[in-house]
């Protein structure tokens, strides 16, 4: 259970190209039915100049200007990502770099597919709350890989939220509690040489992302006493826009309660920025006083569900950056040639 600690900044970035989901069903061949039933629109993609890294540093300066904190009061940078520039090389210390945070500060990369920047939250709060740091920056980008023509391809995006987490009594958002459900469920997976990951879809659904998040959220209500009407705001994972609706649903949580935070269908699943481009648009328009559940989900598999309240200092910080919908209106369409170009696709036989 927390002590003392929450979210004194958050910040986004999504790239401005989109590329329409019918476009991707028109190259491929797929009935347009395939991305309706996803849920999904059209996807960003990250420029041929952007990489997690880009994303990150941009998500990472708009929460640090939310949080009003000098950098070297940072004393800690987690990156979650599973789509790192370089396979042998941190993220982190090159964003750490780029924002004035270095050299007095812990620097690590995080893996947990989707989950790994949550995995770099809770590790926050936990050295924030022990004592050894006033301040931590957690950030969760990704330019996300599907084979081409695989139906990942139409969710697969581009983009990243950061937090400045600090003590409780700088919050915009205290945290009340975290509760953690992991299995070895090996629902996705990428091999340490292939370009793209595959999917195991029977384990996809009920086994992986339901089972997970619903035992995670169930745990933490158990545990704080709380029940889905005490939320004003759930965000869950997105890997489409149908699931985080359909397990919203089997807990108690009406769609009213989710489509604030659900952004999937409007820029696709950004994996480790998934749920938290959800928090960071919740937080764009929460009031003092409001509770909001967030649950990411990583596959292999996991999930964290977390409970924060909206404290008064929101309401002086949330103008300071970008929201997360000022991103998704800037954008600019493009082709699939264009977007292949961009993102150096070739099909994997």
């Known amino acids: 259970m927390a002590r003392g600690s929450g979210i004194a900044g958050w910040g986004a970035y999504i790239p401005r190209y989109r590329v329409k989901a019918s476009e991707i069903a028109r190259v ?19 420029g041929p100049d952007e990489d997690s890294v880009t994303i990150g540093v941009e998500a990472a300066r708009n929460a640090i200007r939310r949080a009003g904190v000098d950098p070297a009061r940072i004393k800690a940078v987690f990156f979650g990502t ?27 990369d995080l893996e947990f597919a989707c989950r790994a920047a949550s995995e770099g939250m809770r590790a926050g709060f936990a050295l924030i709350e022990a004592g050894y740091m006033e301040y931590a920056l957690v950030i969760g980008a990704d330019t996300a890989q599907a084979n081409p023509g695989d139906v990942l391809e139409f969710t697969a995006a581009s983009g990243g939220a950061a937090f400045v987490l600090g003590p409780a009594g700088d919050s915009v958002a205290v945290l009340e509690g975290v509760y953690t459900y992991a299995t070895d469920t ?20 009920e086994p992986a992302y339901f089972h997970h998040i619903e035992n995670a959220v169930k745990g933490l209500m158990e545990s704080l006493g709380l029940r889905p009407g005490d939320f004003d705001y759930a965000v869950f994972h997105q890997p489409n826009g149908k699931f985080p609706l359909r397990v ?4 108690g949580f009406p769609k009213e309660k989710i489509l604030p935070g659900l952004v999937t269908p409007m820029v696709g699943n950004t994996y480790n920025g998934s749920a938290l481009l959800g928090l960071a648009r919740v937080l764009d328009q929460a009031k003092p006083g409001q509770r909001i559940l967030v649950a990411p989900f ?16 929101m309401e002086e910080r949330r103008d300071r950056a970008p929201k997360v919908d000022d991103y998704i209106r800037a954008k600019r369409y493009i082709d699939y040639a264009v977007y292949a170009k961009m993102r150096s ?3 994997r036989i």
């Open 28 to 46: 491929w061949g797929w009935e347009p039915s395939v991305p309706r039933g996803l849920g999904v629109e059209e996807k960003a993609v990250a």
């Open 82 to 108: 599973e789509s790192k520039p370089y396979a042998v090389k941190p993220s982190a210390t090159i964003v750490a770099e780029a924002l004035g945070i270095t050299p007095e500060t812990m620097a690590s």
């Open 186 to 205: 090996p629902d996705f997976w990428r091999g340490a040489h292939s370009p793209y990951p595959l999917h195991g879809e029977g384990f996809t659904g």
């Open 248 to 251: 919203g649903r089997k807990l």
């Open 298 to 313: 990583g596959s292999g598999a996991g999930s964290d569900a977390y409970s924060f309240v909206v404290t008064d200092r």
């Open 345 to 347: 696709l070739y099909v």
